[in-house]
């Protein structure tokens, strides 16, 4: 991870390099360039846990 400075504020996505704002620091990182099988199989099935997860928290918060 390397820090940007300088005058001009890049914020977002510029070819491989994504820059965001980490707390007060300007960031600059490199995208990922490639996604597994098994991530796009099973990225389905945590979207379903995180789901649940969530149900299951407001469940008990509410049961307080």
């Keep these: 991870m390397a820090l940007r400075n300088g005058i001009i504020k890049i914020n977002g996505q510029l070819g491989d390099?994504?820059?965001y704002k980490c707390g007060s620091k300007d960031v600059v990182?490199?995208?990922?360039l490639?996604?597994?099988?098994?991530s796009?199989?099973?990225?389905?099935?945590?979207?379903?846990a995180?789901?649940?997860a969530t149900y299951i928290r407001k469940a008990f918060c509410l049961a307080r």
């Design 40 to 48: 796009k199989k099973s990225s389905p099935d945590f979207g379903t």
């Design 29 to 32: 990182r490199q995208k990922l």
């Design 50 to 52: 995180g789901k649940n």
């Design 17 to 19: 390099l994504v820059f």
């Design 34 to 38: 490639t996604n597994s099988k098994t």
